[in-house]
């Protein structure tokens, strides 16, 4: 099982910014974070692999801008221009290979827009 274990998340104010980080106990290919809003299913936000290739909602594309640091097995999630459809509990989510894509997830970290 990889541990993952989220950091960062808290109030900020519409047209803000915030960066949460997510470590894993090990390398694994994928790294990606999705978000589930109250009432709602959860939905995928970005993604990023070891290699580079990158993935966004559309929702998000433009203002959200995932990274990884391959040294430290951590992924980041800059959100910018932040909107109060955006408050949800966002987790991490890592698959160990291109070929082993089991899903593994964080706890979640609350992220809340609002004035």
């Known amino acids: 099982q990889v541990q993952l274990v989220e950091s960062g998340g808290g109030l900020v104010q519409p047209g803000g910014s915030l960066r949460i980080s997510c470590r894993a106990s090990?390398?694994?290919?994928?790294m990606a974070w999705y978000r589930q809003a109250p009432g709602k299913e959860r939905e995928f936000v970005a993604r990023?692999?070891?290699?580079?290739?990158?993935q966004y909602a559309t929702s998000v594309q433009g203002r959200f801008s995932i990274s990884r640091d391959n040294a430290y097995n951590t992924v980041y999630l800059q959100m910018n221009s932040l909107k109060a459809e955006d408050t949800a509990v966002y987790y991490c989510?890592?698959?160990?290979?291109?070929?082993?894509?089991?899903?593994?997830w964080g706890q979640g970290t609350q992220v809340l827009v609002s004035s």
């Open positions: 990023r692999t070891t290699v580079g290739t990158t």
């Open positions: 090990e390398r694994t290919f994928s």
């Open positions: 989510n890592a698959q160990r290979t291109l070929f082993d894509t089991r899903d593994h």
